[in-house]
C-alpha cells in the first residue's frame, strides 16, 4: 500500500530498496522503454555510452552468456564427477566415503591428499558461485533477469547432476580414474575459448534517482496516483563515446580506483546483519543442503541392495534430475519474469521485490515431498521408479530455490549486489560445509 510522498518521514525521492516502477501504464515516465514492450521501463537505466554492456547488442551479450555459462557449465562438472563412483572410488584407494563425502573430485591415495585437493579445488572453482550471477545483473534489466538467471541455475546445478549421467559409464567401461580425466580435458578447451570470447561487464555507473516514486507506508490502505517525474542521474564517471577495441574487450586487467578489495570484504561481512541478505543466504543454504543429501547418499543408496545398480545405472539414475532442472529453471526463471510484470501491472505499475517470493509455495510441497520420498522410501525398500522421481523432484526444489534466493537479494539491494552475493555465499557455504561434514 502507498501514501502520498508528502505525509512520509522519508526524505523526498528516497524510496524502499527493491520497489521499482517496472510498469508504464499510463505512458508518463520520462525514461528509456524495452524495445519490443513499450510500456516497460529499463531498470537500471542505461547510461549513453555504448560500452555500457546495457547497451551492448544482442549478439554481444548472448556471448558473454554462452562464455559464464559454459565456464559455469564445465566446472560444475568438475566437483561433480566423484557421486556415481562413490564406492568404487573408496575400495580402490583407501578413502573411507564419509571423507569422500567431504569433498569431490581427484587423484589420490590418503586423506591427507583429498583433503588438499578440496582446498586447491575450493579456491579454484568458488568463482562459479558469484560471477555469473553479477553479470547477468551487468547484461540484463530488471524484467529480463529472471529468465537469465534460470539460465544460470540451470548449468550451475545440471552441470552437476548431469555428471554422473557420462561418468557412470565412464567408470564402467574406461576405469574410475578417467572420471576425473576427462573433465580435465573439457576445462582445458573451455579456457581456450574464454581466454578469445569473453569479456568485462562491470561498469561504473551513475546513481539513477527517481523523484515522486511512490513510498511504503504499512498503515496506508489506499494508492494515491503520483506524477513520475524523469530520472535524475548522477554521473560518477564521464560516459566514453568510443567503443573499445577487441583486445581492449578481453583486456585481463582494468584498473578501478573506486574498487577497494579490503572495503569490498568488510562491507560483505556487515552485510551479515543485514535481515534480507542474510535470509537470501540461509534460503539458498537451505536448498543447497537438499543437494547435498542427494548426492551424498545416492551411490551408496542404488549400489546397495535391493536395487544393486552398476556405476552406469546409478549415473542414468541421475537423468531424473536433469529434467527437474530443466523445469524449475523454466519455472523460476521464464515464469518469475511473466509473475513479477503481471503483479506489477495490479500493483499501479510497481514492482517490489518481495513479488518475487511467491513461487516460493511451490516448495512448500515440493520439500517434504521430496526428502520424503527419497529418505523413507529408501530406508523401506521401494520399487527403484519411487527413487528416481524422488531424486528429481528434488532436484526441480533444490533449483526453484537457489534461483528465487538470488533474484529476491538482487531485485531488493541491487546496486550492491556484488558485495551481498558474497555475503550470501558466505552464509551459503558454511551451511554446506556443515551438513557434508555432519
Not at 301 to 315: C, K, Q, T
Not at 366 to 377: D, Q
Amino acid at each position: 500500500m502507498y501514501n502520498d510522498v508528502t505525509n512520509s518521514t522519508r526524505p523526498l525521492g528516497v524510496a524502499i530498496p527493491g520497489t521499482v516502477h517496472l510498469v508504464d501504464l499510463d505512458h508518463t515516465v520520462q525514461s528509456r522503454h524495452a524495445q519490443t514492450r513499450q510500456d516497460i521501463v529499463l531498470d537500471p537505466t542505461p547510461s549513453s555510452d555504448p560500452n555500457d554492456p546495457l547497451n551492448w547488442s544482442p549478439r554481444r551479450k548472448l556471448v558473454s552468456l554462452i562464455c559464464q555459462n559454459l565456464y559455469t557449465w564445465f566446472a560444475g562438472i568438475s566437483v561433480s564427477t566423484v557421486y556415481s563412483v562413490l564406492v568404487p572410488l573408496s575400495e580402490a584407494t583407501g578413502v573411507s566415503t564419509d571423507t569422500l563425502n567431504q569433498g569431490t573430485g581427484a587423484y589420490v591415495k590418503s586423506n591427507r591428499a583429498w583433503i588438499a585437493k578440496c582446498i586447491l579445488q575450493g579456491f579454484f572453482v568458488a568463482p562459479i558461485e558469484a560471477l555469473p550471477e553479477l553479470s547477468v545483473t551487468d547484461l540484463y534489466f530488471t524484467h529480463e533477469r529472471g529468465t537469465y538467471m534460470g539460465i544460470y541455475a540451470f548449468t550451475l546445478a545440471g552441470s552437476n547432476y548431469f555428471a554422473p549421467v557420462i561418468c557412470g559409464f565412464i567408470a564402467e567401461y574406461q576405469g574410475w580414474k578417467w572420471v576425473f580425466y576427462w573433465p580435465a580435458v573439457f576445462l582445458g578447451a573451455a579456457l581456450i575459448f574464454l581466454l578469445l570470447f569473453m569479456e568485462e561487464t562491470n561498469y561504473s555507473r551513475g546513481v539513477t534517482v527517481t523523484p515522486g516514486l511512490p513510498v511504503m507506508h504499512s498503515a496506508a490502505q489506499e494508492k494515491v496516483p503520483l506524477a513520475t517525474p524523469a530520472p535524475q542521474t548522477v554521473d560518477v564517471a564521464e560516459a566514453s563515446t568510443v567503443s573499445k577495441t577487441y583486445f581492449q574487450k578481453l583486456s585481463v586487467w582494468n584498473f578501478n580506483p573506486s574498487q577497494n578489495m579490503i572495503r569490498h570484504a568488510i562491507q560483505s561481512v556487515s552485510f551479515l546483519g543485514w535481515p534480507v541478505i542474510f535470509y537470501a543466504g540461509f534460503s539458498y543454504g537451505s536448498y543447497l543442503v537438499l543437494f547435498n543429501v542427494l548426492n551424498a547418499t545416492a551411490s551408496i543408496i542404488l549400489s546397495a541392495e535391493p536395487y544393486n545398480f552398476a556405476s552406469s545405472m546409478v549415473g542414468l539414475s541421475y537423468l531424473s534430475c536433469c529434467i527437474g532442472v530443466i523445469i524449475a529453471a523454466f519455472v523460476s526463471g521464464r515464469i518469475s519474469d511473466w509473475l513479477t510484470i503481471k503483479l506489477a501491472r495490479h500493483n499501479g505499475g510497481i514492482m517490489e521485490s518481495e513479488q518475487r517470493l511467491w513461487p516460493f509455495a511451490i516448495c512448500i510441497i515440493t520439500v517434504p515431498g521430496s526428502l520424503i520420498l527419497w529418505g523413507v522410501g529408501a530406508q523401506h525398500g521401494i520399487h527403484w521408479f519411487g527413487l528416481i522421481f524422488g531424486m528429481g523432484s528434488l532436484a526441480f526444489t533444490s533449483t526453484m530455490g537457489i534461483t528465487l534466493s538470488v533474484n529476491y537479494l538482487v531485485d531488493s539491494y541491487h546496486d550492491i549486489s556484488s558485495d551481498a552475493l558474497v555475503t550470501v555465499i558466505l552464509v551459503r557455504n558454511t551451511m554446506s560445509f556443515a551438513i557434508g561434514y555432519g
